[in-house]
């Protein structure tokens, strides 16, 4: 038998070739709620089992704010506040050595209503063809380059609207479609959904029906049009992605005029909630030239707010209804009848991301409870305490370990 000797140095280089392809195959979560933006993880990602415990890899801190961590091109990239400036950091998944940041300064003065929330900033940053898009809490909106964090273009929108954010502060996260970086800016009673070129910055349409909400569109295609879907401050409503034009809106209202949600796109349905309003599931229709909405189901048996539930490929919609004080439910998305819920009392808001077989929901109070995503019943498979302060950003799977957004650190959990 013949053996072949490998010289050290190249045994390293192979090591880290490894390290970095390991990385690559988990860069495929660029932006809020992931590729899809329906918190659906790859199916490679996660441990074949749960352990016991998760292993601090490494652990930085990086500043406040509930945004989310997104990867792209090998490196994670975090939007936060330090101090007064609101900073965007580049972040090597292996080890947490920060290969660069970007900050500005973005003083902001909280309502006192969600003064326990911080600061923020509360949009997650969308990366698109070597470009990070951020959006921060007062409604200033950067192009940086992903490779060495180069400022590209920036608006703000003071001399456009009297209120630059909404009441409490911009928690949209844009996303990119077909070339165009699209954002709802402006605050009460006065903003626009607008569409910028990614390259320029240039303004290329703006739906100006109503002031931003703090939830994020998706884009669906329904009867074979694309729609970009989101809630504003008093409506839902769905916008022609690539010319802005208005297809349907619906009257949306919850109390403090805070939609937050993320619409679920279902087969053809949309499914939507808010604080205090149950869940329904509408649909679009074409009918003779003209889009109606039609509702197919509602119930009062769960209502989501602050947090997207998730469509697992079991076919339940897992959300964390604010009822008895926070509880994660499922909800049949054909019949809106309430499968399963969980232990009350859990939390005010939970992060919910599916993958590996599993659903993780991850609530403020740094509880992560991990489930079947086929369970039938609520029955954890592990529970796990993952920061020493709230968490309210979404959680990030890679290849080897989650990673953890808490007030002011970014950490990587592993297992094994």
Known sequence: MAFLVVPRQTRNMLLILMAVLSFVAADNWPQWRGPNRDGVAPESRGPAAWPEKLQTKWKITVGEGHSCPIVAEGKIFQFARVDNAETLFAIDPATGKVFWKQSYDAPYTMNMAA?????????TPVYAGGRVFTFGISGILSSFAASDGKLIWRKEFSKQYKNTSPDFGTAMSPIVYEGLVIAHAGGDKGGALTAF??????????WNGDG????????????GVPQ???FSQKHVLAVQPKTGQLL???????PYEENNITPLLVRGTVILSGLDAGVKAVRPVLKNGAWTVETLWETKAASFSMNTPVLTR????????????????????????????????QGE????????????????????TVLRDDAVKYDPVRTYTVADSAVWAHPLLLENGIVV???????LLGWN
Do not use: M
């Open 314 to 345: 079991s076919g339940s919609v897992i959300g964390f209804s604010q009822k008895n004080k926070g509880q994660i439910v499922a909800i049949d998305p054909k019949t809106g009848s309430l499968q399963w819920s969980g232990k009350p009392r």
């Open 115 to 123: 003064f326990q929330h911080g600061k923020g900033p509360k949009s």
């Open 248 to 254: 349907w809106q619906l009257p949306y209202t919850t």
């Open 405 to 411: 957004k808490d007030v002011k650190t970014l950490a």
């Open 212 to 223: 931003p909400a703090y939830a994020s569109p998706v884009v669906g295609v329904f009867e």
């Open 349 to 368: 808001n939970a992060a919910i991301v599916e993958g590996a077989g599993a659903v993780l929901v991850l609530t403020n109070e740094s509880e992560l």
């Open 197 to 206: 070129d990614v390259a320029t910055g240039d303004e290329k349409w703006r």
């Open 228 to 230: 970009l879907i989101t």
